[in-house]
């Protein structure tokens, strides 16, 4: 199975900050990982599709880049709406993985 | 628009089966996969399983020996059963689409396995 870790667990930001989330993959994915955001008790929202490709109705404040092993996450300029759990899932192959998450939370 | 809704009981007692149903609306199954996820509370995704669209399954294999996924296309549903429950299956279980990410999710539907 690909495991996907996903740094740092939590970070500490103050809004107007820009950030980086990281994700590495066990192994080689080419591009496929997905970025999702999670607010509390609610169901998760994809960001980013394929590492870099934006979705509709995104904020573009929200991207992505990497390829292989390595991905990033990066939001420019965090807003309040912002702080919420963040989690890469892969689809290179089955089973589908989540990485365990990144909770961005108010400094 | 593209919809899915989770349904079932909320409480399941130790060693029984759990029975989820996933209604979808705005797409056929015929044409796209559903998942499942659950979600235990205050932790992670975790992926079940996949049926297709071709009505073929994947699941994970933690979970392969007491998992069954099935669909009725006609009723726009889909079906997750999973026996043996036990306390660590308490969690949110959700459907998603499947596709480039899964960008269409139901609400999800929290199940407690307790006595």
């Known amino acids: 199975d690909i495991v996907l870790t996903q740094s740092p667990a939590t970070l500490s930001v103050t809004p107007g900050e820009s950030v980086s989330l990281s994700c590495r993959a066990s192994?080689?994915?080419?591009?496929?990982i997905h970025w999702y955001q999670q607010k509390s008790n609610e169901s998760p929202r994809l960001l980013i599709k394929?590492?870099?490709q934006s979705i509709s109705g995104i904020p573009s404040r929200f991207s992505g880049s990497g390829s292989g092993t390595d991905f990033t996450l990066s939001i420019n300029r965090v807003e309040s709406e912002d702080f919420s759990v963040y989690y890469c899932q892969q689809s290179y192959s089955l089973p589908l993985t989540f990485g365990s998450g990144t909770k961005l939370e108010i400094k | 628009q593209v919809q899915l809704k989770e349904s079932g009981p909320g409480l399941v007692q130790p060693s029984q089966t759990l029975s989820l149903t996933c209604t979808v609306s705005g797409f056929s199954l015929s044409s796209y996969g559903v998942i499942w996820v659950r979600q235990p509370p205050g932790k992670g995704l975790e992926w079940m399983g996949v049926i297709w669209g071709n009505g073929n399954t994947n699941y994970n294999s933690a979970l392969k020996s007491r998992l069954s996924i099935s669909r009725d296309t006609s009723k726009s549903q889909v079906y997750l059963k999973m026996n043996s429950l036990q306390t660590e299956d308490t969690a949110t279980y959700y459907c998603?689409?499947?596709?480039?990410?899964?960008?269409?999710w139901g609400q999800g539907t929290l199940v407690t396995v307790s006595s």
């Open positions: 394929f590492a870099s």
């Open positions: 192994q080689g994915i080419s591009t496929s």
């Open positions: 998603a689409r499947a596709g480039s990410g899964f960008a269409y």
